[in-house]
């Protein structure tokens, strides 16, 4: 099998001025396309012809062979996530979400300004490189907030995951530098949230 950089769904300068156009640009193109080369190359093995989606096989990671394992859940993840995240934003993003979303994440959290507060202090809160995760478990049906390390997915843990914020360098410095606050304050506002709702619908 072999994976392809997916296209954004909007021009590179469509999230400004909350998210740069050269960010953009690099974070697709070279970053994304990297993790694109790496889990190709890994998966470039006859054990793994036939195995499943990409989701499958990061939800069944222990079963892919030791000695690949690690690079297909870093360069797997790091597509599988980077996939997700171009689709979680929106130039028409932002606001409080409605829908089966914002009942759920006003179960979970009480309301959205606690949810709020609660992913942008956690996701600030990763040490090196991670993300910021709001992820539905299957088996209680009910969401919450997780990080995960690197490109580690939420997939690898049993989790679905429905709105995720990349926390490494490569995402902001560009424009806003070691001011990683200003990065995720803007980035609420492109939140695309009919896409977190078409993910929860989904499950």
Do not use: C
């Amino acid at each position: 099998m072999k994976f392809e950089l997916p296209k954004l769904p909007y021009s590179y300068d469509a999230l400004e001025p909350h998210i740069d156009a050269k960010t953009m640009e690099i974070h697709h193109t070279k970053h994304h396309q990297a993790y694109v080369n790496g889990l190709n190359a890994a998966l470039d093995n006859p054990l793994l012809q036939a195995t499943g989606t990409l989701e499958e096989i990061l939800a069944d990671i222990s079963a892919v062979p030791e000695n690949i394992r690690g690079a297909v859940n870093f360069h797997g993840g790091g597509h599988d996530n980077h996939s997700i995240f171009w689709n979680n934003m929106s130039p028409a993003g932002g606001g409080k979400p409605g829908g089966a979303i914002g009942d759920a994440i006003d179960k979970a959290f009480g309301g959205f300004d606690q949810f709020k507060e609660r992913f942008t202090k956690g996701s600030m809160g990763i040490q090196g490189s991670g993300w910021g995760w709001l992820v539905l478990s299957p088996k209680t049906g009910m969401i919450d907030f997780v990080t995960m390390p690197n490109q580690t997915s939420p997939r690898t843990a049993g989790l679905v995951p429905l709105l995720g914020l990349d926390m490494w360098e490569h995402a902001f410095y560009i424009l806003r530098q070691n001011r990683k606050n200003e990065y995720v304050d803007a980035w609420w506002n492109v939140v695309n949230w009919d896409d977190v709702e078409s993910r929860l619908r989904s499950v």
